[in-house]
């Protein structure tokens, strides 16, 4: 039985694990969400109330964890919304519907807490089953006026965002230091860094934008 929960102290190195080993080589050879995960507990940003992990008989398969973000219209109004990741599944159990579980279970809990707006960076086709969109189609675009193909964005309330123009700007709590990311991926068990087409699949939407 899969059992979603708050994270605790007690699972922080397990957590930390699992995500190194769901991102090691999938975007870039190696990988730092794990070391994302070991600082963003600790910013103002983090939200703990939507810090889930999902354990499967005893084993934490899957992580998630939210941000806050900001959203700024043209007359200069700002709007609290939320950004999720890493959303992490262990390999061996990715493909079997547990990271949607633990979408749906947070978008839950966030509207809750009276959220209203999520918006990521990811692969399209991972996310829209789970109602995300282009962020061009709410006029959510970057602060230099574009629309990356790759942020999507979900009204956890219908209309929230009243077809204004936006322009998102993310925490600082994703803007890690590469090189200590690296020094403590360095200090932990050595994993083989490798290039894959996936990564140059990341290259390719990253770099993408809609018009």
């Not at 077809?163 to 890690?176: D, L, T």
Request: charge should be negative.
């Amino acid at each position: 039985m899969l059992t979603i929960r708050n994270e605790t102290e007690a699972d922080y190195a397990a957590v930390e694990n699992l995500t190194r080993k769901a991102f090691y080589n999938v975007y870039v050879p190696g990988c730092m969400e794990h070391y994302l995960v070991r600082v963003m507990r600790e910013h103002e940003d983090f939200v703990p109330e939507l810090d889930f992990v999902a354990e499967l008989d005893g084993e934490i398969v899957g992580n998630i964890m939210y941000t806050k973000a900001c959203l700024t219209d043209e007359q200069g109004t700002e709007k609290t919304v939320l950004t999720f990741g890493p959303l992490s599944i262990l390999p061996e159990y990715q493909r079997k519907g547990y990271g949607k579980l633990l979408m749906e279970h947070s978008f839950a809990r966030a509207a809750e807490l009276s959220y209203d707006v999520i918006v990521i960076l990811g692969s399209p086709a991972n996310y829209v089953s789970s109602g995300f969109k282009s962020c061009r189609k709410y006029n959510v675009c970057t602060e230099d006026g574009r629309f990356p193909a790759a942020m999507l964005v979900k009204e956890l309330i219908p209309g929230a965002l009243d077809g204004r123009k936006w322009v998102y700007r993310e925490s600082p709590a994703m803007n890690i230091d590469a090189e200590e990311a690296q020094r403590y991926d360095d200090s932990l068990e050595s994993l083989p860094r490798e290039w894959r087409p996936s990564q140059e699949a990341f290259y390719i939407m990253s770099h993408s934008f809609v018009e």
